[in-house]
């Protein structure tokens, strides 16, 4: 009923818009506003895959510059002292986690006691997808230096790679509230970017770039990454959805060659994301 109704606005605006001079804008803008609402009523919850609930949560988060921070591609952080270190490829590995002679790469955390037990069992959950099937470890801090600080700030962000020092991880609740999204975020911080950044994309994907809304086709930008010689993987909890930055809920990336293979997804990392963080930090055995 409620989509009915939204979608009778929708129509009645679209007859009203065309009664309009062009010039209008703002109504056109608040019509497409509209639109790309109801294309993820449209698509069902199931559609909804963990980037899509990122760039939900995140809407507004480019006001956080203020704070020092900058955000690319929607949910990867930078602070102005580190931004001129080129984060996206890690050169050298210089961002990895360090490995202990045990063959474990432990990354120190604490979780903000602001979350309730719901939000620490979510957030422990998305640690467990990670540390169960490779060698690194999320072990509750001690005395280390560098160690993630997981924190309830204003939307689902994080650095990329280790930064050095107390690293916050941001996952809003309840709008981050997913193990899938808990376990994106780490791979941001163990260093991974997003799979349709990856310097080979162009050959499994197709990038809409008419369908993309207007001053977001930076997040778009492909860079030069380390595949690790893995295949790419459509069903990573690192890509994007189909309609990522959409302009009107047309979509914005299609998978090729066939256009109807599902992208992205919420439930956790892929097979495919563990065998490239076992690659990555060289977990032996466990590749
Ligand atoms: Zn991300």
């Known amino acids: 009923m409620k989509l009915m109704?939204?979608?009778g606005i929708i129509l009645g605006m679209m007859t009203y818009t065309s009664a309009l001079p062009i010039q209008n804008s703002s109504v056109i803008q608040e019509m497409k506003r509209l639109k790309r609402g109801n294309s993820?009523?449209?698509r069902g919850p199931e559609e909804i895959n963990a980037m899509d609930r990122i760039l939900r949560t995140n809407g507004r988060l480019g006001?956080?510059?203020a704070r020092g921070l900058s955000f690319r591609e929607g949910d990867i952080a930078s602070s102005y002292h580190i931004q001129s270190r080129s984060a996206i490829t890690c050169p050298g590995n210089s961002c990895l986690w360090p490995k202990s002679v045990d063959g474990s790469v432990y990354v120190p955390y604490i979780i903000s006691p602001q979350y309730d037990d719901m939000d620490r069992i979510t957030i422990e959950?998305?640690?467990?997808?990670i540390l169960l099937e490779t060698c690194v470890k999320f072990v509750p801090r001690s005395h280390e230096t560098n160690f993630l600080d997981i924190q309830p700030r204003f939307g689902c962000w994080s650095f990329l790679g280790m930064t050095e020092g107390p690293q916050p991880i941001s996952l809003q609740s309840p709008g981050c509230m997913w193990s899938g999204i808990v376990s994106h975020e780490l791979m941001?911080?163990?260093?991974?970017v997003h799979e349709q950044s990856r310097s080979d994309r162009d050959r499994h994907v197709?990038?809409?770039?008419?369908?993309?809304?207007?001053g977001q086709k930076h997040n778009f930008k492909k860079y030069q990454t380390n595949n690790l010689n893995t295949v790419y993987d459509y069903g990573s909890i690192m890509h994007y959805g189909r309609y990522a930055f959409s302009e009107d809920g047309s979509p914005t990336i299609i998978p090729k060659p066939d256009p109807n293979t599902p992208i992205g997804q919420r439930d956790g990392p892929s097979v495919l994301d563990i065998q490239k963080i076992n690659l990555l930090y060289e977990c032996g055995g466990l590749v």
Not at 125 to 129: E, H, K, N, P, V
Not at 188 to 192: Q, T, Y
Not at 206 to 214: A, C, G, P, V
């Open 188 to 192: 941001h911080a163990l260093g991974f």
């Open 63 to 65: 006001s956080s510059r």
């Open 5 to 7: 109704i939204s979608l």
């Open 125 to 129: 959950m998305g640690m467990l997808d």
């Open 206 to 214: 197709s990038i809409i770039w008419e369908n993309i809304r207007k």
């Open 40 to 42: 993820e009523v449209l």
